[in-house]
């Protein structure tokens, strides 16, 4: 079953500009946790936030975490053609920290 | 140090078939995850190895699926009388351990595909 949803399905922005992806859950969760997959390449783990935490930053990334609206939003600043890849939250929820339920994901694309 | 790796990086068989999936998850780590992932989704939960034992196995699909890791290392994953529906990447992930949501890091994946 899905439990977290990004928001948008895509996004096409120039080199420089920031992107903004957001993700949806249903349930409480114990953790979120932003991935990178880049075209016939593996998941790279970016940040992981906990329920008790409200941002964290990462270089150029920038997550908040809103429990109240069961949302997240990933934000990545000046970007680069090397950013385009499609961008998975996951939830841990439940009894389990450890189970990861990943939404559909984003497909950025950033224009040289 | 070196990532999660998985081998064979794709392998093709035949429907019926037997096959066999290996992951080799970060020294140290001692949990170990299937994913698996169909094209235009995220990758779903499969298993969950502490150690030795599967903690959680809820995601496997059916009986045809399973996955031991003996020596609380490496991991295999193996699919019986493969389906052309069993057709996907599966993806190996480790961490520090299971509790305490750490990170989870995951390997390049295994294509598979079923003929």
């Known amino acids: 079953s899905q439990q977290g949803e990004e928001d948008p399905q895509a996004l096409s922005i120039q080199e420089g500009e920031n992107a903004t992806m957001n993700c949806s859950y249903k349930?409480?969760?114990?953790?979120l946790q932003w991935y990178r997959q880049n075209s016939g390449r593996g998941l790279v783990h970016l940040i992981l936030?906990?329920?008790?935490?409200r941002e964290k930053h990462s270089g150029r990334l920038r997550v908040t975490l809103d429990t109240s609206k069961k949302s997240s939003s990933l934000l990545i600043t000046a970007s680069r053609a090397a950013d385009t890849a499609s961008y998975f939250c996951?939830?841990?929820?439940?009894?389990?920290?450890?189970?990861?339920?990943f939404g559909k994901g984003t497909l950025l694309t950033v224009n040289p | 140090g070196a990532g999660v790796s998985q081998t064979p990086s794709n392998k093709v068989t035949e429907k019926g078939k037997y096959v066999e999936l290996r992951c080799d998850p970060i020294s140290g780590h001692t949990a170990l995850y299937w994913y698996r992932q169909s094209l235009g989704q995220g990758p779903e939960f499969l298993i969950y190895f502490q150690g030795t034992g599967a903690a959680d196995d809820s995601g496997l699909p059916n009986d045809r699926f399973f996955a031991v890791r003996p020596e609380g290392s490496v991991s295999t994953l193996k699919i019986q009388r493969t389906e052309r529906g069993d057709s996907a990447v599966y993806l190996c992930?480790?961490?520090?351990?299971?509790?305490?949501?750490?990170?989870?890091?995951f390997g390049p994946g295994t294509r598979l595909t079923v003929t």
């Open positions: 349930t409480s969760i114990n953790n």
């Open positions: 936030i906990r329920s008790n935490e």
């Open positions: 996951a939830t841990a929820s439940g009894g389990s920290n450890y189970k990861l339920t």
């Open positions: 992930a480790s961490s520090l351990t299971g509790t305490g949501g750490y990170e989870q890091y």
